[in-house]
Every structure is written in C-alpha cells, then in structure tokens.
C-alpha cells in the first residue's frame, strides 16, 4: 500500500499528489511515468512522474479527472493509500549534451513538462519555458516554471492572463527573434504537439514530443500504446514515452486517442454516480 502525505487541488480539475514510494523515488527520473491502481476493483492507468524526492522517498503524480479512475483517486485524501504503484518506467528525458532547448507544455501536460524543465535548468542548460492554457483559472505550476527557466513565456486562449494566443505563436516568435535551439521538447495535447512539430520542422530544429496513450500492462505485451513513429511501429511504455516528434505519425495517434473517449466518459459517470449514492447512504 502506497500511503498519500500530500493533496492539492491545482485548479477545478488538477489535482497534485504526493505518496510515499521510497524504491520509485530512488531510482525516478525527468520523463519516466508509473502505473498505477487505486484498489483492487481499480483499472491500471499511467502517470507521468511530476517530481520525485529521495529524501523523503515520496513521488509526486498530477492527474486530470477524466475517467472513472482519476475520479476514484480524486476522492483519495491524506493519510489514505492505494494499492498499486509501480514504477519508473519508459526511457528517460535525454538532456546531456544540451545547451538550449524550449519546454513547450500545454494543458494539464504542463506538469510533465515541468520536471523535464527543472532537470535541464539543474544541469545548467538555458531553458525557454512556454505553457499554454485555456483561461487563468486553469493554469498550474506558474511559479515553478518560473524558478527554473531563463525565460517564461505563458499563453492562454481567451488573453485572460499571460499572452493571448497560442505556444506555437510564442515559440515561432522566439524562432524568428533570433533564439537559437539546440532541441524543442513539447508535451501535452496530441493536436498542439503535432503543430508544434510543423513549426520546429519549418525551422529544421529537432524536436521531442512525449506521447502518453493509453497504456495497461507498461510492458509492450498489450499493444495498447502502439504508435507510428518513422514508419515502424514502436510502443510508447517502452520505446517512449519520447520519440522524435518530425517522426510520429500524430493523426493515427489521435484518432486511437478518441476512441477511448466514449468509455472513460461513461466510466467517469458511473464514478461519480457511486460517490454519490455513497454519500446518500
């Protein structure tokens, strides 16, 4: 049983926790994920590592509620525990050699974004940060982005805080200042990946793009969370979760992405609709 120390509530839909995982903390880097159950009725779905601490042997895992299971781990308070938490899996962020890339998060992705901007920052590259989110009151993780980039760029759509606009209008506007990249890492919805990629691909610049579909078993056993990368098929829980974003094949990804969405809606519904007959009980 994997014990929570820490909950927060980042925005009407975010939620951070951190849980006591001392052997997954040991050995967790920038970029892997782990999978995990909330109880024994519970499906298995992966979670990026938002932090990790060795010290205290806790990890830090930042969800969106979109299915039943992120709903079910909502409702986990401190001092609770889950039952399965397995993990660091998938390939690691690779940031030797790097000198200066642009982190490019949209959305809740901005949380995987972050530690990948913290790890760069830590090995002394300059990091140009761009997050973009909808409107204000879903933005997370401000100040952390802040204390470990060069420069922060952030975006929203409505213009209600930040920039108005789109991080693909930033990174292009950068590009075309002058601002020289060794690489782009962008994480977060399939759609803004894929043009992220279109612009960085203009420019000639490489690009990392950090895909997380639907995984179960993180062993490649599945199939669940195949891609087209190149032409070849590559799975993202073990060859991944990054792959060179000029390479993956984004529509194939998104339309496999959609399919799934019909079920996690109806799974969210039934979720919720237990909690509250609980509460009517």
Same mark, same amino acid.
């Given at each position: 049983?994997?014990?929570?120390?820490?909950?927060?509530?980042?925005?009407?839909?975010?939620?951070?926790?951190?849980?006591?995982?001392?052997?997954?903390? &040991?050995?967790?880097?920038?970029?892997?994920?782990? $999978?995990?159950?909330?109880?024994?009725?519970?499906?298995?779905?992966?979670?990026? $590592?938002?932090?990790?601490?060795?010290?205290?042997?806790?990890?830090?895992?930042?969800?969106?509620?979109?299915?039943?299971?992120?709903?079910?781990?909502?409702? /986990?308070?401190?001092?609770?525990?889950?039952?399965?938490? /397995?993990?660091?899996?998938?390939?690691?962020?690779?940031?030797?050699?790097?000198?200066?890339?642009?982190?490019?998060?949209?959305?809740?992705? #901005?949380?995987?974004?972050?530690?990948?901007?913290?790890?760069?920052?830590?090995?002394?590259?300059?990091?140009?940060? $761009?997050?973009?989110?909808?409107?204000?009151?879903?933005?997370?993780?401000?100040?952390?982005?802040?204390?470990? #980039?060069?420069?922060?760029?952030?975006?929203?759509?409505?213009?209600?805080?930040?920039?108005?606009?789109?991080?693909?209008?930033?990174?292009?506007?950068?590009?075309?200042?002058?601002?020289?990249?060794?690489?782009?890492?962008?994480?977060?919805?399939?759609?803004?990946? &894929?043009?992220? #990629?279109? /612009?960085?691909?203009?420019?000639? $610049?490489?690009?990392?793009? #950090?895909?997380?579909?639907?995984?179960?078993?993180?062993?490649?056993?599945?199939?669940?969370?195949?891609?087209?990368?190149?032409?070849?098929?590559?799975?993202?829980?073990?060859?991944?979760?990054?792959?060179?974003?000029?390479?993956?094949?984004?529509?194939?990804?998104?339309?496999?992405?959609?399919?799934?969405?019909?079920?996690?809606?109806?799974?969210?519904?039934?979720?919720?609709?237990?909690?509250?007959?609980?509460?009517?009980?």
């Amino acid at each position: 049983m994997y014990e929570i120390v820490r909950r927060e509530e980042l925005n009407p839909t975010v939620t951070l926790l951190e849980i006591k995982a001392p052997l997954v903390a &040991k050995k967790a880097r920038p970029g892997q994920f782990i $999978i995990l159950r909330v109880d024994e009725l519970g499906e298995r779905i992966p979670l990026t $590592i938002a932090d990790s601490n060795k010290e205290t042997g806790t990890v830090t895992i930042i969800f969106q509620v979109v299915g039943g299971t992120t709903e079910k781990l909502n409702h /986990v308070t401190v001092g609770q525990s889950i039952l399965d938490f /397995v993990g660091p899996l998938g390939r690691p962020t690779e940031i030797e050699g790097l000198k200066k890339v642009a982190v490019v998060g949209g959305g809740v992705g #901005s949380a995987i974004a972050y530690p990948v901007t913290k790890a760069l920052h830590e090995a002394g590259a300059e990091v140009h940060a $761009i997050v973009g989110f909808r409107t204000k009151d879903l933005v997370i993780l401000e100040d952390e982005f802040r204390a470990n #980039s060069s420069r922060f760029v952030l975006m929203s759509d409505d213009g209600s805080v930040g920039e108005k606009g789109l991080v693909t209008d930033a990174l292009k506007k950068l590009i075309e200042s002058g601002e020289q990249y060794d690489e782009v890492i962008t994480i977060g919805p399939l759609i803004m990946m &894929k043009f992220v #990629s279109l /612009v960085t691909k203009e420019y000639g $610049i490489k690009t990392i793009a #950090s895909m997380n579909p639907v995984m179960i078993d993180g062993t490649g056993m599945c199939g669940g969370c195949r891609l087209t990368v190149g032409g070849k098929i590559k799975f993202a829980c073990v060859d991944g979760p990054e792959f060179d974003a000029h390479e993956i094949d984004f529509d194939e990804a998104m339309e496999r992405s959609a399919m799934y969405h019909p079920f996690e809606r109806e799974q969210y519904e039934q979720t919720c609709n237990l909690f509250k007959q609980e509460v009517q009980d």
